[in-house]
């Protein structure tokens, strides 16, 4: 099986620039699971630009997203 680099790349919502790790998500799981983080891509759009990949800041900013919701 080949990487779909281009098509990953198109996809990406990350906005963290420039990353080597780009449209490669096995690289960029691989780089934030070691660091207990997350990838951008999991993240809302606000969120995703604070650049703070943790997963507990994932689960605040989802919860918060929830809250605002209701
Ligand atoms: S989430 Fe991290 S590793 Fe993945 S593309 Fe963005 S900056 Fe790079």
């Known amino acids: 099986m080949e990487c779909n680099k281009s098509e990953n790349m198109r ?5 963290y620039e420039p990353c080597s790790r780009k ?5 960029c799981i691989e780089y934030h699971k070691k ?5 951008g891509c999991f993240f809302s759009k606000a ?7 943790s997963v507990e800041y994932f689960a605040s900013s989802e919860k ?3 809250m605002a919701d209701e």
């Open 64 to 66: 918060n997203r929830w």
């Open 35 to 39: 660091s207990g983080e997350l990838p």
């Open 11 to 15: 996809k990406c919502p990350c906005t």
């Open 47 to 53: 969120a995703e630009r604070t650049y703070n990949r």
């Open 23 to 27: 449209g490669i998500c096995c690289e």
